[in-house]
């Protein structure tokens, strides 16, 4: 059922082996007026989630029996809608980077601030919130941005996080090239220090599942959406 009502209706998943941070997390965010359903491991939160439909899941990595990752990436595949919220005590760059990769929207660290985590979940769920009637229609790709869905030639293609970031930000500059350093910055943010190697691996990555010629290589400047014009279609 839709949910007009963010604030009032929604409904938000916790996954906390803590159980003291799991009530904290219960108590606040009931207080702020959403629905709760909260597990202490991975698993049981992956047996009930299509029961449990949450709009929002707040996810710690480090957990008894599978990790936060492997969560995510279950729950990704179970709804490529639900928003995905890690909050966790690793705070490195890479296990963000793998949080992130595994399909979280979101990466907290603890200690965490309680007005903090509310505020970043009001903005996770409006975002959720916003509708797209229509694809982005691209030849035979159509890009569904909301349902995070890519379908090439009336087949759908499985791209990773990253990878679908980094095909919507070229399909929504499409009028332009743009360089290495301005996608890292947009896609992985500007606290990125990793090579920019990285943005031409992603590029390849795109370009075998979806098609060589999609994205064009203007050498010494960056990259660009190819071939026939971007519209918005049914």
Known sequence: MERN???KKAKIMIVEDDRKIRRLLEIEVE???YEVVSYENGIDAIENFREDGPDLVILDIMLPDIDGYDVATQIRKLSPD???LMLTALGMKKDKLTGF???ADDYMTKPFDNE???ARIRALLRRKHISLSTPIIFGPLEIYEEQRKVIYKGEEVELS???FELLMYLVKNKHRVV???EIL???WGIDYYGSDNTVEVYINYIRKKLSPDLIKTVRGVGYKIAGEKLEAGN
Do not use: M
Request: proline letters at 0%; glycine letters at 8%.
């Open 116 to 118: 903090e985590l509310l």
């Open 82 to 84: 639900v928003v995905i």
């Open 185 to 187: 910055n947009a896609v």
């Open 101 to 103: 990769d595994s399909g």
């Open 161 to 163: 996080k990253t990878e």
């Open 179 to 181: 360089s290495k350093e």
């Open 31 to 33: 207080h702020a007026g």
């Open 5 to 7: 009502d963010e604030n």
